[in-house]
């Protein structure tokens, strides 16, 4: 059974890069296929998604962040990692790693982790 | 880039009642389109894709419909693990939004 775990500080400083880590437990990424993606929510407001990544190659960011955040897949150590830079008090959120339904669809999220809440503050 | 609207926002309902979600998207998706379920504290769970399709698991009270830009999510008969917030999500084509704002199903 697929499982997903994030993991990184629960606090970040104004101005600095948030970095965050997925690990994959049940399955191997480099036998995947599926998309790995980065979904986050801000404390009452609704999902965001970040971006999504294969294995395989291609990567996709959503426009209203794509300056700012890379999201890396590590078959090495079967974990899919988060980069958010330049982070301002707007990016606090709970954060949620998923992997699509298939390899068809970068967005439609069949697996989820139970997230990890991170906040920006000085 | 294609906005998704949900109506309504809160949605009151007592046990067995049918309840109908409305999620609208800004310009034709065909039938991509997704219905999550997340409860507080916990992540979403995917119900639908492809606008009517149940995923394995998910009770028959849970049905979907719609396509192009008009889709609704029903609830046949409100049971008491159904109390949760519901997100659309078009996955249609990658942009700024892909999810609607939420519907949360509360005990009246």
């Known amino acids: 059974q697929l499982q997903l775990h994030e993991s990184g500080p629960g606090s970040v400083r104004p101005s600095e890069t948030l970095s965050l880590t997925c690990s994959v437990s049940g399955g191997f990424i480099s036998r995947s296929t599926e998309y790995w993606a980065w979904i986050r929510q801000a404390p009452g407001k609704g999902l965001e998604w970040l971006g999504s990544a294969a294995y395989r190659g291609g990567t996709y960011y959503n426009p209203s962040v794509q300056s700012r955040v890379t999201i890396s897949v590590d078959a090495s150590e079967n974990e899919v990692a988060l980069r958010l830079n330049s982070v301002t008090a707007a990016d606090t959120a709970t954060y949620y790693c998923?992997?699509?339904?298939?390899?068809?669809?970068?967005?439609?999220?069949?697996?989820w982790g139970q997230g990890v809440l991170v906040t920006v503050s000085s | 880039d294609i906005q998704m609207t949900q109506s309504p926002s809160t949605l009151s309902a007592s046990i067995g009642d049918r309840v109908t979600i409305a999620c609208r998207a800004s310009q034709s998706i065909s039938t991509w389109l997704a219905w999550y379920q997340q409860k507080p504290g916990k992540a979403p769970q995917l119900l639908i894709h492809g606008a009517s399709n149940l995923e394995t698991g998910v009770p028959s009270r849970f049905s979907g419909s719609g396509s192009g830009t008009e889709f609704t999510l029903t609830i046949s008969s409100v049971q008491p693990d159904d109390f949760a917030t519901y997100h659309c999500q078009q996955y249609d084509t990658y942009s700024a939004e892909t999810f609607g704002q939420g519907t949360k199903v509360e005990f009246k």
């Open positions: 998923a992997r699509t339904r298939s390899s068809s669809w970068i967005l439609l999220m069949a697996h």
